[in-house]
Every structure is written in C-alpha cells, then in structure tokens.
Nanobody, 124 residues
Framework: QVQLVESGGGLVQAGGSLRLSCAAS????????MGWFRQAPGKDREFVAT????????KYGDSVKGRFTISRDNAKNTMYLQMNSLKPEDTAVYYC?????????????????WGQGTQVTVSL
C-alpha cells in the first residue's frame, strides 16, 4: 500500500506562484513514475505533469507548459509541482498519483495510487 498526501494548496492572486508537495509513505517511490492531475468543478480530471522514476524525463499538459515544473526527491519520498504565472483557469483540486510504471504516464487509468487532493484557487 502507498499513501500519498498533497499539501501546499491555497488561495493566490493571478500571476502568483504556489509549490505543491506530495509526500508518500508505505513504499519507496524511487522505482515509480509519478504525476499530477487536476479537476475543476464539473470537469473531467485533467493531466498536468508526470515524471519518470529518476526524474530524468518529464511531460506536461499543454495548458501548463512553460509555467509549471514537476520534480521529485526520492530520498525524501516526495514529489513537487512548482506553479508560476498562475491563472484563474488553473483553479482546481490538484491530485498526485503514483504509477507502477517507470516511464511517465499521462492517463488516469495508468496510475495505481492517488492522494486526496489539495485545493488551488487563483483569483483575479
């Protein structure tokens, strides 16, 4: 079993920054790809970013490219999402997830464990 706990969400003005963290417990994450997804009210869960087991490969959703950066610290069993130049349309619940794959994954069904989510709200 793997437990994932997100933190770092909150309310920020447009143009601001937030850094989300995803702390894992129950199993070392060093062998697995991980990702961030988000879900706004009334919308499907959307892919945000994913990172390979080593951190050497990443992918981003088109809407966040150039603004968000995914990273991981396997020694701390933690993954991060640095979000810059935030826009109101980034408002959503952000979820971290772990996949038993080693390579980055972009589809929700490719992930095996999910956190409970953290709310990010971007105001004008």
């Amino acid at each position: 079993q793997v437990q994932l706990v997100e933190s770092g969400g909150g309310l920020v003005q447009a143009g601001g920054s937030l850094r989300l963290s995803c702390a894992a417990s129950g199993r070392p994450i060093s062998s697995y790809a991980m990702g961030w997804f988000r879900q706004a009210p009334g919308k499907d869960r959307e892919f945000v970013a994913t990172i390979s087991w080593s951190g050497g490969s990443t992918k981003y959703g088109d809407s966040v490219k150039g603004r968000f950066t995914i990273s991981r610290d396997n020694a701390k069993n933690t993954m991060y999402l640095q979000m810059n130049s935030l826009k109101p349309e980034d408002t959503a619940v952000y979820y971290c997830a772990l996949s038993f794959s080693q390579v980055p994954r972009v589809l929700t069904y490719e992930y095996d464990y999910w956190g409970q989510g953290t709310q990010v709200t971007v105001s004008l």
